[in-house]
């Protein structure tokens, strides 16, 4: 279990927290971090974050997710005077497993400059990001259904993802007509590119991951290092290699766990399932 000496609510009670997000992240966290650490979420969009990348790829993002997240959080400092912030920054690609599905990872990051720390919160699931190429209204309106519209807004353009004439944030059906139809007379060959809209205000599935993340970071925010009590001493991975019962060679599934502080590299190790066999049938030597 974590080590909870200090309570989070003791240790964070009063203290002012910066969120920079011009896209409704604040309605989704603020909850979560007041109710359980006691801040005070101080928000800002006295920033335009989409220079600093867009899902629709008409500003590249530069650097890593943690990079971003990074930066959006010094910035908001800069604007509240807030010794600590946090940032959001979501990234998309194909599931970690067969890639077939659309997927999403979403970080939030705790700076705090009094402190010197950072701790990360993470969740990740399947995305409402859905794309294809139409040329009728009723084929774009098959689409819309299939992507969850009008709850998750929807992006336009002339005939291909890369176009720089972009229809963003539709939500409704009289909106997404007209914008269809200005795309569609843009297009020599007639031709929409339709799909989901990701920013956070527009996306409730992702809206979904970034509370969880939140709490990701709630949770890891209330456990300090036995060493030096910073916060966010946590589980970094799992050690695999318990035995199998028929064969007694080592399996895939964990014999511990490594739990690691990330200000003093404090570090433990934590044996699960003590004398517990594995089952043959999760053995790649019984099973290859």
């Known amino acids: 279990m974590p080590c909870t000496a200090h309570s989070a609510h003791s240790t964070y009670a009063g203290l002012r927290v910066s969120l920079l997000t011009q896209h409704g992240k ?6 979560v971090l007041e109710s359980g650490l006691g801040c005070q ?6 920033f335009d974050t989409d220079l600093l990348g867009t899902f629709t790829q008409d500003v590249a993002r530069a650097g890593s997710q943690l990079e971003a997240c990074r930066r959006k959080a010094r910035i908001g400092m800069t604007l509240t005077d807030a010794a600590v912030g946090i940032a959001s920054e979501g990234a998309f690609g194909p599931d970690p497993f067969a890639g077939l599905m659309p997927w999403n990872t979403e970080m939030v990051l705790w700076v705090d400059s009094r402190q ?11 995305a409402q990001s859905m794309q294809n190429t139409v040329m009728t ?17 929807l992006v336009l353009r002339p005939d ?8 963003k944030g539709l939500a409704d059906a009289n909106s997404l007509l007209a914008a269809f139809h200005a795309a569609q007379a843009v297009s020599p060959q007639g031709q929409v590119f339709v799909e989901n809209d990701l920013r956070a205000f527009c996306n409730p599935t992702r809206q979904g991951l970034i509370r969880q993340a939140g709490e990701d970071l709630v949770r890891k925010l209330g456990s300090f290092c036995p060493h030096c009590q910073a916060p966010g001493y946590w589980l970094r991975k799992r050690e695999s290699g318990r035995l199998c019962k028929a064969c007694q060679k080592p399996t895939q599934l964990a014999v511990a766990e490594l739990w690691s502080c990330p200000q003093c590299a404090h570090a433990e190790r934590r044996p699960i399932n003590a004398g517990q066999w594995a089952p043959p049938g999760q053995c790649d030597f019984c099973n290859p």
């Open 116 to 126: 010197g720390t950072e701790v990360t919160g993470l969740a990740q699931g399947p």
């Open 41 to 46: 979420l101080v928000h800002t969009d006295g």
């Open 26 to 31: 604040q309605h989704v966290l603020r909850s």
């Open 137 to 153: 209204a009723d084929e774009l309106m098959r689409f819309a259904n299939e992507a969850l519209f009008p709850e998750h807004h």
């Open 160 to 167: 291909h993802p890369e176009h720089p004439q972009i229809y």
